[in-house]
Nanobody
C-alpha cells in the first residue's frame, strides 16, 4: 500500500491549509491514520490520529485548530489546519495501518508512510 501526501505550502500566520493523503493498492480496510510532523532538529511527533471506529486524538499544541478526517470511499485522509502558527512549520507525514488483499487466502496487515509535505507558516 502506498501513500501520497499533498497540500503543503507557504501560508501566513492565521491562515489555513488542508493536507491530503491518498492510499493506493489492494486495500481491505484502513484501521488507523495518523498525521505526524518533523521540524529541523526535532523528533517526529504525532499531530493527529483517527481510527476506523471513529475515535480521534490530537497533540495538545493543535487541539481546536486542526481536524483529521477520513473518506473511506476514496481511501483518503485529510488534515484541516486552521489558525496556523509559525511553530507549525514542519514536514508533515501521513501514516496508515490496516489490511490489504495479498491473494484470496491472505489479508495481511500494512503500515505505510507518505513521502512528506512541507508546511511553512510565516509570521
Amino acid at each position: 500500500v502506498q501513500l501520497q501526501a499533498s497540500g503543503g505550502g507557504l501560508v501566513q500566520a492565521g491562515g489555513s491549509l488542508r493536507l491530503s493523503c491518498v492510499a493506493s493498492g489492494r486495500i481491505f480496510r484502513i484501521n488507523k491514520v495518523g498525521w505526524y510532523r518533523q521540524s529541523p532538529g526535532k523528533e517526529r511527533e504525532l499531530v493527529a490520529a483517527t481510527t476506523y471506529g471513529g475515535s480521534t486524538n490530537y497533540a495538545d499544541s493543535v487541539k481546536g485548530r486542526f481536524t483529521i478526517s477520513v473518506d473511506n470511499a476514496k481511501n483518503t485522509a485529510y488534515l484541516q489546519m486552521n489558525s496556523l502558527k509559525p511553530e507549525d512549520t514542519a514536514v508533515y507525514y501521513c501514516n496508515a495501518r490496516g489490511l490489504y488483499v495479498r491473494d484470496s487466502d491472505h489479508i495481511p496487515g500494512f503500515d505505510s508512510w507518505g513521502q512528506g509535505t512541507l508546511v511553512t507558516v510565516s509570521s
